[in-house]
Each structure stands twice: as structure tokens, then as C-alpha cells.
């Protein structure tokens, strides 16, 4: 089955500094990437998402790369404000079913 | 903007017993699911669920864990015989669309949080 591998853990930056964080995955079929913010104790909540036929997504702050050969994609946050702060999980999908990575817990300093 | 709903937020039950956690979808969505986060943990996929029959279950869904949508409304999950190892919070997730090869985004609901002692 898919493996998702997610990096950092943890990550701290000074508000208004940018945060990167990256993904993997194994399965070259899967077409669908999607990354979810999770504040403490909410539902995780879809923020952006990217297909495989392309390979750069921006919303506002938020931007998804993509890189099919290498099989990883990274979520991009600009400018980051406290309420960036969170737990932020990528996911791949192949059909029904969305594997999550084990999450980044994104801390924003004020 | 319509949500997924899920009842109840907590339920807390003891070892051995049923249980069954409800969703209520966004009502023009045709596929479901649930997953399950074990605090501090990745979230797992358990099921999906179009057109009243099991698309596709991981290896966590096993022989205790059933889902059904009795009433065309409401997507359940029930864990026949609960263990200890079932503490997690369980999310419900839907989709509006499925086409072929290609995935739609996946909107959960905020989970209940079933505690087993």
C-alpha cells in the first residue's frame, strides 16, 4: 500500500518568516495530494490540494509543489501569522483512500 | 456552508461492548468514509462506503467493525466488541464526486472521540 513520510515533526518560525514542509510517498500510481490543517481538537480541515497533472498550486499564502519523478511534494506557507500555528498532515490518494503522513506541528512565533 | 455532523462528540464505553458512532453527511455527497486517529498518531483509513456497499477497507477494519447506512441519511459505524486498542478519535469524511481514477477532496466531520475502559 501507499507509505506517506512527512518532515519536520516540529517546526517553530518567527512570525512572518516562511515554513516548508515536505512529503513523500511510494506509490507512483497515486494522482491526489492533499494537506490538512488541525488545530487542537478540531477535524482536520482540507487547506489546498494538488493533482498529479500539475505541478505548482498557490492560494493566497499557501502553495503545493509537486514533483512526480522524485515522488514528494511540499506545502509552502508565506508570511506566516499565529494562527498558522497547527498540526498540518499531507496525504496521497489513489481511489478511496486518503494516507496521511504522521503530521508537522507548525508553531508561529509572535 | 454545509458540514458533516457526527454524534456523539464523546462516548465512552467499557471493554466488550458495542458501540455505533453516527455521521451525517453533506447531503449531495455520494461517497464515505472513516478514518481514525489514535491520540498524538497519524490519521488511518478504516472504510469507504458508496452506493449502500464497502468500496474499499484497510487492514484495521476487521470482522469487528461493521458500517452501514440504515436510512439513506445517516452513515454509521459499529464496532461490535470493543478493545481497549479502539480508544481514537473517529473522523467520518466525505466526498461529493468520484470519476474514475481521479480523487475529489475529502471533507471530515469533527470527530467523536470514543474512549474505552
Known amino acids: 500500500g501507499e507509505n506517506v513520510e512527512q518532515h519536520p515533526s516540529t517546526l517553530s518560525v518567527q512570525e512572518g518568516d516562511s515554513a516548508v514542509i515536505k512529503c513523500t510517498y511510494s506509490?507512483?500510481?497515486?494522482?491526489?495530494f492533499p494537506w490538512y490543517k488541525q488545530e487542537l481538537g478540531k477535524r482536520p480541515q482540507l487547506i489546498i490540494d494538488?493533482?498529479?497533472?500539475?505541478g505548482e498550486k498557490k492560494d493566497q499564502r499557501i502553495a503545493v509543489t509537486l514533483n512526480k519523478t522524485a515522488k514528494h511534494f511540499s506545502l509552502h506557507i508565506t508570511e506566516t501569522q499565529p494562527e498558522d500555528s497547527a498540526v498540518y498532515f499531507c496525504?496521497?490518494?489513489?481511489?478511496?483512500?486518503?494516507?496521511f503522513g504522521a503530521g508537522t506541528t507548525v508553531t508561529v512565533r509572535a | 456552508e454545509p458540514e458533516v455532523t457526527q454524534t456523539p462528540s464523546h462516548q465512552v464505553t467499557q471493554m466488550g461492548q458495542e458501540v455505533i458512532l453516527r455521521c451525517v453527511p453533506i447531503?449531495?455527497?455520494?461517497?464515505f468514509y472513516w478514518y481514525r486517529q489514535i491520540l498524538g498518531q497519524k490519521v488511518e483509513f478504516l472504510v469507504s462506503?458508496?452506493?449502500?456497499?464497502?468500496?474499499?477497507k484497510s487492514e484495521i477494519f476487521d470482522d469487528q467493525f461493521s458500517v452501514e447506512r440504515p436510512d439513506g441519511s445517516n452513515f454509521t459505524l459499529k464496532i461490535r466488541s470493543t478493545k481497549l486498542e479502539d480508544s481514537a478519535m473517529y473522523f467520518c469524511?466525505?466526498?461529493?464526486?468520484?470519476?474514475?481514477?481521479?480523487?475529489?477532496?475529502?471533507?471530515f466531520g469533527p470527530g467523536t472521540r470514543l474512549t474505552v475502559t
Open positions: 462506503f458508496y452506493n449502500n456497499e464497502i468500496s474499499e
Open positions: 496525504a496521497a490518494s489513489l481511489g478511496y483512500k486518503l494516507s
Open positions: 447531503s449531495n455527497h455520494l461517497y
Open positions: 469524511a466525505n466526498t461529493p464526486a468520484f470519476s474514475g481514477r481521479s480523487a475529489y477532496e475529502q471533507y
Open positions: 494538488i493533482r498529479s497533472n500539475v
Open positions: 506509490d507512483s500510481a497515486s494522482n491526489y
